[in-house]
């Protein structure tokens, strides 16, 4: 069956620091990845796409890789700061077309 | 500025009511869903639909259905509300993009509901 991994357990870092989430897939034949952020109580928020054909894409402060060799995207984010604390979720398209499917997502926390 | 709204923010129903989450986007979108989330399960797809009149199952549709009569108007209905139903409901949509992929998921604030 297909399955979105994501680190279960919360990642604290110190402000300032780079944090970097991973998302592992199995199953799936992703033409692409997408990432979101979720705060609590909320609906996710869209972040960053990357496709198949693409090693690296950066906006601002985010920079997320995708290997579809060793079926892996990690998420980092650089100089963080408390207000990026939340939920971040990876999605990839069902290998049936339309949906997305969700990882469970990994709780970010930045302290000052 | 580009909206996904969901009719409540805050729900609670009797067992066995019928229940229905309206869902509604202002952005021509083909595609729309219905998820849940729950703590430590995550967002599961529940249905989704590709075109007017036009829905598919997702992963756990048992239980509910949903309504298609409109581009715009997407509608989740539980048949019967049960207390396994309590949960967070998202409603999303997103544009069909060439090449079979999806562009972002625009979602909604969500609907808190609970089944007592």
């Known amino acids: 069956s297909q399955k979105i991994e994501q680190n279960s357990e919360a990642l604290n870092i110190q402000e300032g620091k780079t944090a970097t989430l991973t998302c592992n897939y199995t199953?799936?034949?992703?033409?692409?990845l997408q990432w979101y952020r979720q705060d609590p109580g909320r609906g996710p928020v869209f972040l960053l796409l990357?496709?198949?054909?693409?090693k690296e894409k950066r906006k601002e402060r985010l920079k997320v890789t995708f290997d579809t060799t060793l079926k892996q995207s990690l998420f980092h984010i650089t100089a963080s700061q408390p207000a990026d604390s939340a939920t971040y979720l990876c999605a990839l398209g069902a290998n049936s077309g339309y949906a997305l499917n969700f990882g469970k997502g990994t709780s970010l926390l930045v302290t000052p | 500025d580009v909206k996904v709204t969901q009719s409540s923010r805050y729900l609670v129903k009797r067992t066995g009511e019928k229940v229905f989450l309206e869902c509604v986007q202002d952005?021509?979108?083909?595609?729309m869903f219905w998820y849940r989330q729950d703590p430590g399960l995550g967002l599961r797809l529940i249905y989704f639909s590709y075109d007017v009149k036009m829905k598919e199952k997702g992963d756990i549709p048992e239980g509910y259905s949903v309504s298609r009569e409109k581009k715009e108007r997407f509608s989740l209905i539980l048949e019967s509300a049960s207390t396994n139903q309590t949960s967070m409901y998202l409603c999303?949509?997103?544009?069909f993009g060439a090449g079979n992929m999806n562009t972002e998921a625009f979602f909604g604030q969500g609907t808190r509901l609970t089944v007592v």
């Open positions: 952005m021509d979108h083909e595609n």
């Open positions: 199953n799936y034949s992703p033409a692409y």
């Open positions: 999303a949509s997103s544009l």
């Open positions: 990357i496709r198949e054909n693409e």
